[in-house]
């Protein structure tokens, strides 16, 4: 979802934690996890590097800007682990041995 730092504090009546997506170069807005402090590392739920930059607090005065940035409903403060990665469908491959040309063969005889 794409919304402003305004519009979301307004919605959750809680504090919006500004960050900085690491791999995408992006920024995100989420909650803010209680202890955390800026430029502390944080994850989404995929597992992708935060670092959080700013936060608008809710009792603060509106930003002055009105940018729209992704949000996120999940942030963690220590990495999730990986998920198993889905296996490959093998395919049968079978080969009639009658079909096969060995006239390019050389031989030794």
């Given amino acids: 979802m794409l919304t402003t730092v305004n519009k979301l504090r307004e919605k959750t009546q809680q504090d919006v934690g500004v960050y900085h997506h690491v791999d ?3 920024t995100l807005l989420g909650p803010v996890p209680e202890g955390i402090e800026l430029g502390t590392p944080a ?3 995929d597992g992708a590097t935060l670092l959080l930059r700013g936060i608008a607090h809710a009792d603060s005065p509106s930003a002055a800007y009105e940018l729209r ?4 409903d999940v942030i963690l403060l220590t990495k999730p682990e990986p998920k198993a990665p ?3 469908k093998k395919k049968a491959v079978e080969q009639d041995m009658t079909d096969v040309d060995d006239t390019d063969v050389d031989s030794m005889t």
């Fill in 24 to 26: 995408g170069c992006y």
């Fill in 69 to 72: 940035f992704k949000t996120t």
């Fill in 86 to 88: 889905k296996k490959a």
């Fill in 43 to 45: 994850y989404s739920a």
